[in-house]
């Protein structure tokens, strides 16, 4: 299987700056043929499911803030949230589709 | 609006088994594969199965295989998930979650249900 490695674990930003959530894996979820890399973000606030932001690592589910940037390609991805707002406050999971799903571990975003 | 709506969930002790189901509406029920997604209590989250939107391929996360099987009734627009031989660690919400694309399989999840809390304990 595929591991994702998500750091840091939890972070701690300001109202209006930047966060950014990095995401690894083990092997490259760059898919040749198409040139698209398997790779999705999810928004989970308490007591609620999961919300898809990203997916194919850049590319804004509709109605996804544009403050939610996903980047990256081959193995390294990064989710930042331009500027930050009291309702990203949440936890947020980064997850491979080239093979058997996977998740990462989570990051936890919370205001300073 | 797309809408799943998870049921059976409960309390068991190790060894016993549960049936989920899991009641879809808002699309073609037929045109989605559909995951079981599961969250242990203060937990990440960690995909179990899936099943084409046919029904005709399933697929298991190992820490599941040979214990649950997922299947679905496109008449009814209802997946199922029969859990056997439970473990203390199979302790989790239990979400259902459709996949993004048509006719797609084991992709990105663009809606889940509001999970059935499944606990196995003695």
């Known amino acids: 299987d595929i591991v994702m490695t998500q750091s840091p674990d939890s972070l701690a930003v300001s109202l209006g700056e930047r966060a950014t959530i990095n995401c690894k894996s083990s092997?490259?979820?760059?898919?040749?043929?198409?040139?698209?890399?398997?790779l999705a973000w999810y928004q989970q606030k308490p007591g609620h499911p999961p919300k898809l932001l990203i997916y194919w690592a850049s590319t804004r589910e509709s109605g996804v803030p544009e403050r939610f940037i996903g980047s990256g390609s081959g193995t390294d991805f990064t989710l930042t949230i331009s500027s930050l707002q009291a309702e990203d406050v949440a936890i947020y999971y980064c997850q491979q589709y080239y093979g058997t799903p996977t998740f990462g571990g989570g990051t936890k975003v919370e205001i300073k | 609006e797309v809408q799943l709506l998870e049921s059976g969930g409960g309390s068991v002790q190790p060894g016993g088994s549960l049936r989920l189901s899991c009641a879809a509406s808002?699309?073609?029920?037929?045109?989605?594969?559909i995951n079981w997604v599961r969250q242990a209590p203060g937990k990440g989250l960690e995909w179990v199965s899936a099943?084409?939107?046919?029904?005709?391929?399933?697929y298991y996360a190992d820490s599941v295989k040979g214990r649950f099987t997922i299947s679905r009734d496109n008449s009814k627009d209802t997946l199922y998930f029969q859990m056997n031989s439970l473990r203390a660690d199979d302790t989790a919400v239990y979400y259902c979650a459709k996949d993004k694309e048509y006719s797609s399989a084991l992709g990105k999840i663009d809606h889940w249900g509001q999970g059935t809390l499944v606990t196995v304990s003695s």
């Open positions: 099943i084409t939107g046919s029904g005709d391929t399933t």
């Open positions: 808002g699309f073609i029920f037929s045109n989605y594969a």
């Open positions: 092997q490259s979820i760059l898919y040749s043929s198409n040139n698209k890399n398997y």
